[in-house]
């Protein structure tokens, strides 16, 4: 991120980073979905992949309207990182990407606020909105994927990441 420039130049990069970690993510949950034997679980993690490529579309938007584009590289390796991770369900378990998604979620509730936070003092408060309400659905992916850790039988050996505030102080920060 560019947290030394300008509040815009800070939001389009946070915002090019988002747009290619939804990538990331969209095929990464797509492997794992795949890849969970429960089909209750799998309606909940595609319901989260339709939710990270509905960000990514919000996102690509946003960069649009501020005469931004995603970087080439970053998107490259976006694909080659959720593909490989998508891959990877496969193989790696079932407690393993459930904890890596949960994680990076935790990330991106916070990415999104600092988003709003340079939105704001940018001077594009139209996008504050829709950007917390992704910070939003993404605590929502959050508490799913802790909470399906913490039902492991390893749960207790497992160090946690930390928990996010609430819910509702996302918008009230």
């Not at 939710?51 to 931004?68: I, Q």
């Not at 992704?134 to 160090?159: C, N, Q, T």
């Amino acid at each position: 991120m560019n947290e030394g420039g300008s509040p815009l130049e800070s939001l389009i990069a946070i915002l090019q980073l988002a747009y290619s970690g939804e990538r990331a993510a969209g095929y990464a949950y797509r492997g794992h979905a795949r890849s969970v034997k429960s089909a209750e679980e799998r309606a909940a993690i595609r319901k989260i992949e339709d939710e990270e490529w509905h960000h990514r579309r919000l996102v690509g938007e946003m960069l649009r309207d501020l005469g931004a584009r995603p970087k080439g590289g970053r998107e490259l390796r976006a694909l080659v990182i959720g593909r490989t991770l998508g891959l990877l369900c496969h193989v790696s378990g079932w407690l393993l990407p459930m904890y890596g998604a949960g994680r990076l979620e935790s990330r991106n509730i916070r990415e999104y606020e600092a988003a709003a936070r340079h939105a704001t003092e940018s001077g594009h408060p139209e996008l504050v909105d829709c950007l917390l309400t992704m910070a939003e659905v993404e605590w929502d992916h959050e508490a799913y994927f802790r909470a399906k850790v913490l039902s492991h039988r390893w749960a207790a050996r497992i160090p946690m990441w930390p928990v996010p505030q609430p819910k509702e102080t996302i918008r009230a920060a």
